[in-house]
C-alpha cells in the first residue's frame, strides 16, 4: 500500500486530538439502555429460535457421530454417490452430492469435522437473535439432504431411527412439515 499524502495524515492526526476518553454521563448511560431495550424488543420479530431453547446443550448431544462414520453410513447404507471437500472456514467439510454417481457433484450441505451431535447447538447475540450454529449437528446434515432431495424421509428414519428426546421438536417439525406439503417426493 502507499504512503498517505500529508494533507490526510493531518486530518488524521486532528480527528485523534478530539476524541472523548471521560466518563459517561448518567443521563448517557440510562439513554443507552433504553435504547438497548428497545432494540431487544425490535429484533423479536426476527426470533425464530429462543435462547431458552438451547440454554442447556446437554439434552442436544443425543447420539454422537463422527463425520467419518456419517459418511460410511451415507454410502454404504443409503447408498448416496457422496463426498467430502475442504470448507473455507476451519474446522467445516462440504458435502459434495451426485445424484446417480455419474451427474456432476452438487453441494449437499456444509458440516463440522469430527464428532457432531445429535442436535444443533446455537449462538445468539445479546438481544437474543440466533447469529450461528456454534456446532452443527447430522441431523441437520440429514434435513439439509432431504430438502434438496438426495434423500427421502422413509430411508432417514429406517437408518437413523426417529428423533427422540427433549431436543428434538425442531427436527420433527420440519420433517413433519416435508411430509405434509410433500414437498420432495415420497415421504411415506
Wanted: charged fraction near 25%; hydrophobic fraction near 30%; include cysteine.
Amino acid at each position: 500500500m502507499g504512503k498517505d499524502s500529508p494533507e490526510l495524515e493531518a486530518a488524521v492526526n486532528e480527528y485523534a486530538k478530539h476524541r472523548y476518553e471521560g466518563k459517561s454521563s448518567t443521563e448517557t448511560e440510562e439513554k443507552l439502555a433504553e435504547l438497548k431495550e428497545e432494540n431487544s424488543q425490535m429484533v423479536k420479530e426476527y426470533q425464530w429460535l429462543h435462547p431458552s431453547e438451547y440454554a442447556d446443550a446437554g439434552p442436544r448431544m443425543g447420539r454422537i457421530l463422527h463425520s467419518s462414520k456419517l459418511i460410511t453410513i451415507l454410502r454404504k447404507q443409503l447408498g448416496l454417490h457422496c463426498w467430502y471437500t475442504t470448507h473455507p472456514l476451519p474446522g467445516r467439510l462440504t458435502l459434495l452430492v451426485s445424484r446417480n454417481g455419474s451427474q456432476p457433484r452438487e453441494v449437499g450441505c456444509w458440516l463440522m469435522g469430527g464428532f457432531q451431535p445429535e442436535y444443533s447447538v446455537m449462538g445468539f447475540d445479546d438481544h437474543g437473535v440466533p447469529t450461528s450454529e456454534r456446532f452443527r449437528c447430522w441431523r441437520t446434515v440429514l434435513m439439509q439432504l432431504a430438502l434438496k432431495g438426495f434423500l427421502l424421509e422413509k430411508d432417514i428414519r429406517r437408518i437413523f431411527g426417529p428423533a427422540r428426546g427433549p431436543a428434538q421438536s425442531r427436527y420433527n417439525d420440519f420433517m413433519f412439515c416435508m411430509r405434509t406439503n410433500n414437498l420432495r417426493g415420497d415421504y411415506a
